[in-house]
């Protein structure tokens, strides 16, 4: 009887080769050493609070534009409306040195007249979710009304008050 080979444990490549899934249960992620797997949204994205503090602020604008074109009964459509983070370094001619909260730029060469609103200044400058709303507010109407040529007052009646 010829002897039989020791027997020696498989290799760590040679298990994962062999292994095969348990039937009718799926097979398992690949865990860490402390049983942990990877870790997945908190929240489905199409949920309202997965949004970034960037996006709510582009609908607080959108909002008071809408608000404004209302009042107007008419489209805004040869203005373009923007949000950039913050205002360029270097301040335009005439400006004073308070940091901006919105900008209007008058049409130039074939560009659309615009309006900009600086996202990080006004949210430093309220001091919660619904001041934050009202300054954006009271900045778009300002810029607006800029665009336009006439008072805010006209655009919104609150506007002194707030």
């Known amino acids: 009887m010829p002897d039989p080979q020791p027997s020696t444990p ?7 080769s062999t292994r095969q899934p348990r039937a009718g249960r ?16 908190l929240l489905p994205a199409a949920l309202p609070a997965s949004r970034t503090r960037g996006e709510r602020f582009d609908d607080l604008v ?14 805004l459509s040869h203005l373009e409306f923007a949000v950039e983070d913050v205002p360029p370094s270097d301040p ?10 919105g900008r ?9 007249a615009r309006v900009v609103v600086y996202r990080r200044p006004v ?17 778009v109407v300002e810029q607006i009304a800029h665009a336009l ?5 006209r655009l919104d ?4 008050e707030g």
């Open 10 to 16: 498989p290799t760590p490549t040679e298990r994962s």
């Open 62 to 75: 959108l909002d008071a534009v809408e608000e404004v074109e209302q009042v107007l009964d008419e489209p």
């Open 123 to 139: 949210e430093t400058r309220a001091s919660g979710a619904g001041d934050l709303e009202d300054l954006v507010h009271h900045v």
């Open 26 to 41: 799926p097979h398992r992620t690949r865990r860490d050493r402390r049983g942990r797997g990877l870790r997945g949204p």
């Open 149 to 153: 040529g006439t008072e805010p007052e």
């Open 157 to 160: 009646p609150h506007y002194r």
């Open 104 to 112: 209007f730029s008058a049409a130039h060469r074939g560009q659309p």
């Open 92 to 101: 335009s001619p005439g400006a004073d040195e308070a940091v901006p909260l």
